[in-house]
Nanobody
């Protein structure tokens, strides 16, 4: 398994931006499918974005056009650039890793998870 540590969360006003980072340990980071999920208070955790290699990506409809997932395999880090933030984006954001060879959005197929980082968007 790979160990994951998120950073970059914080508080921002609506319309603002944040960039989340997820640093991974392990030798085979480049082979993992990496994903971002989020959990808002009182709600189930949901898929946000995923990336396979560096060119294959997937996004939840709610964040398309506003969020961008990317990765730097040399730094073993995956990023989530979040622009035009809305109050409904407020949640704890989790980074996750999967050995799947395909882009996946189902969280049960991710075997490693970070501890989460809080994002709060005020109106």
């Amino acid at each position: 398994q790979v160990q994951l540590v998120e950073s970059g969360g914080g508080s921002v006003q609506a319309g603002g931006s944040l960039r989340l980072s997820c640093a991974a340990s392990g030798r085979t980071f480049s082979s993992y499918t990496m994903g971002w999920f989020r959990q808002a208070p009182g709600k189930e955790r949901e898929f946000v974005a995923a990336i396979r290699w560096s060119v294959s990506t997937a996004y939840a409809d709610s964040v398309k056009g506003r969020f961008t997932i990317s990765r730097d395999n040399a730094k073993k880090t995956v990023y989530l650039q979040m622009n035009s933030l809305k109050p409904e984006d407020t949640a704890v954001y989790y980074c996750a890793a999967s050995t799947s060879v395909s882009i996946i959005t189902v969280q049960t197929l991710y075997s490693s998870w970070g501890q989460g980082t809080q994002v709060t968007v005020s109106s």
